[in-house]
């Protein structure tokens, strides 16, 4: 991995760059990119509350209170009523946060009206180890959720710990792991690696954990600069990533002994299964809820980052959309080839189709230093990822959600 590392730094800065458009968006006044078009997308369900929220955590999140929460799905649901009235239709539905389960009767009176109003979509759902209950699974498959995402980020107490994630120790999240197997099409855990504290024998006895539960998917990843709101941030967070090609390595090496092939460059399955990244699977996105961030048409958008914001432009009647920057046509086929990379490749549907022929957006060149540089092989019909690639391409993403985090803070710091 050592011979990759310029690679890597050349790859991020590239990435670096790109993050500038997250840095240029803004003020919305009219929102009339929003219009559906005849392609298929996906819709993000964002839920900003957590019981317990995690200091490493670098989404958009807020303490749960019950008020503002009931206030705060009410307008989620004007939210979501809006687009369909526009005549969107969503393929995939994801709900992320915070923790979507926080009030499960709030989510039992949401899932079902957008259900019915799209024609049984996909759905995908984060929750938390504490939620996992029979009563909780039963609702869940009720509402048809497909895909079930645990934030189980490490089995051992003592990292546990040393990253706040006070919310449940390593043999509870064993146990509820061992209760929501089986009840979905994919049940995913997510794993977060490369912490100052964490020894590698501690994320290699995660990884024999997730193995001997044999759970569908798994999701490793990186730690990323934590969401600053003003807070001392302690050093047990502080991210390093000399380390990170270390991590990685024993990653792919036990991932694959254990019969786990990557179905993106964090994501590990066993046999098909749903992955968790929409950005992947879908060209547009729908983002909805508090501080949501949206790509549609070539438009990129957030929603504003104040709760009493968001309510109070909903309950005027319009959409609560704060920001945005319609993308060139080579921002936008750079930003699409990116996500492609993330999911290892294009495979079927063909790299001409999907971002044409034409020199103009850059997109060749791109990829030619790509190959040159071994992250990617293929012809023009088909691109894949290589295995040496797999270590850029996840450093890429890196830094992509790292711009996405700096937008996030841009936002909070200047009440957007």
């Given at each position: 991995?050592?011979?990759?590392?310029?690679?890597?730094?050349?790859?991020?800065?590239l990435v670096r760059l790109e993050g500038r458009k997250f840095s240029s968006l803004k003020r919305c006044q009219d929102?009339?990119?929003?219009?559906?078009?005849?392609?298929?997308?996906?819709?993000?369900?964002?839920?900003?509350?957590?019981?317990?929220?995690?200091?490493?955590?670098?989404?958009?999140?807020?303490?749960?209170?019950?008020?503002?929460?009931?206030?705060?799905?009410?307008?989620?649901?004007?939210?979501?009523?809006?687009?369909?009235?526009?005549?969107?239709?969503?393929?995939?539905?994801?709900?992320?946060?915070?923790?979507?389960?926080?009030?499960?009767?709030?989510?039992?009176?949401?899932?079902?009206?957008?259900?019915?109003?799209?024609g049984g979509p996909v759905i995908s759902l984060e929750t938390n180890p504490s939620d996992i209950t029979p009563e909780?699974?039963?609702?869940?498959?009720?509402?048809?959720?497909?895909?079930?995402?645990?934030?189980?980020?490490?089995?051992?107490?003592?990292?546990?710990?040393?990253?706040?994630?006070?919310?449940?120790?390593?043999?509870?999240?064993?146990?509820?792991?061992?209760?929501?197997?089986?009840?979905?099409?994919?049940?995913?855990?997510?794993?977060?690696?490369?912490?100052?504290?964490?020894?590698?024998?501690?994320?290699?006895?995660?990884?024999?954990?997730?193995?001997?539960?044999?759970?569908?998917?798994?999701?490793?990843?990186?730690?990323?600069?934590?969401?600053?709101?003003?807070?001392?941030?302690?050093?047990?967070?502080?991210?390093?990533?000399?380390?990170?090609?270390?991590?990685?390595?024993?990653?792919?090496?036990?991932?694959?002994?254990?019969?786990?092939?990557?179905?993106?460059?964090?994501?590990?399955?066993?046999?098909?299964?749903?992955?968790?990244?929409?950005?992947?699977?879908?060209?547009?996105?729908?983002?909805?809820?508090?501080?949501?961030?949206?790509?549609?048409?070539?438009?990129?958008?957030?929603?504003?980052?104040?709760?009493?914001?968001?309510?109070?432009?909903?309950?005027?009647?319009?959409?609560?959309?704060?920001?945005?920057?319609?993308?060139?046509?080579?921002?936008?086929?750079?930003?699409?080839?990116?996500?492609?990379?993330?999911?290892?490749?294009?495979?079927?549907?063909?790299?001409?189709?999907?971002?044409?022929?034409?020199?103009?957006?850059?997109?060749?060149?791109?990829?030619?230093?790509?190959?040159?540089?071994?992250?990617?092989?293929?012809?023009?019909?088909?691109?894949?990822?290589?295995?040496?690639?797999?270590?850029?391409?996840?450093?890429?993403?890196?830094?992509?959600?790292?711009?996405?985090?700096?937008?996030?803070?841009?936002?909070?710091?200047?009440?957007?």
């Amino acid at each position: 991995m050592k011979g990759l590392s310029w690679l890597s730094r050349l790859a991020g800065g590239l990435v670096r760059l790109e993050g500038r458009k997250f840095s240029s968006l803004k003020r919305c006044q009219d929102d009339y990119f929003l219009t559906p078009s005849k392609g298929e997308s996906a819709l993000y369900i964002h839920i900003p509350f957590c019981r317990q929220p995690c200091p490493y955590c670098s989404f958009h999140r807020y303490q749960f209170r019950e008020d503002i929460a009931r206030r705060y799905f009410r307008n989620l649901r004007t939210e979501i009523d809006l687009y369909l009235d526009r005549g969107f239709h969503f393929a995939h539905i994801y709900l992320g946060g915070g923790n979507p389960t926080v009030m499960m009767d709030e989510l039992v009176s949401l899932l079902p009206i957008s259900r019915s109003r799209l024609g049984g979509p996909v759905i995908s759902l984060e929750t938390n180890p504490s939620d996992i209950t029979p009563e909780n699974i039963a609702l869940l498959k009720e509402l048809g959720v497909g895909r079930l995402s645990v934030g189980v980020q490490s089995f051992n107490d003592r990292l546990l710990k040393a990253m706040g994630r006070t919310s449940h120790t390593g043999v509870e999240a064993q146990e509820k792991v061992r209760l929501a197997q089986g009840n979905f099409e994919t049940l995913n855990i997510d794993i977060l690696y490369n912490l100052p504290d964490q020894r590698p024998e501690v994320l290699r006895s995660d990884i024999v954990m997730v193995r001997e539960l044999e759970v569908d998917q798994v999701t490793f990843y990186p730690l990323m600069p934590p969401l600053n709101r003003g807070e001392p941030l302690p050093p047990s967070l502080k991210p390093d990533n000399r380390r990170e090609g270390l991590f990685y390595k024993m990653i792919l090496e036990e991932m694959y002994d254990g019969g786990y092939r990557p179905s993106t460059a964090w994501c590990f399955s066993r046999g098909r299964r749903m992955i968790d990244e929409y950005i992947v699977d879908y060209g547009d996105y729908i983002a909805v809820g508090c501080g949501a961030v949206g790509f549609f048409g070539g438009v990129l958008y957030a929603n504003t980052f104040s709760l009493d914001r968001y309510s109070q432009m909903l309950e005027s009647g319009g959409l609560p959309v704060a920001l945005f920057r319609g993308l060139s046509r080579s921002e936008a086929s750079r930003y699409r080839l990116l996500t492609t990379l993330f999911g290892m490749g294009i495979r079927g549907d063909g790299f001409r189709r999907r971002f044409g022929d034409s020199p103009s957006n850059g997109i060749q060149s791109l990829v030619a230093l790509l190959q040159f540089m071994g992250v990617v092989e293929g012809d023009g019909e088909e691109l894949r990822v290589t295995g040496e690639g797999m270590m850029v391409v996840s450093r890429m993403m890196r830094e992509f959600f790292s711009a996405l985090n700096r937008l996030r803070e841009y936002c909070l710091r200047y009440g957007i």
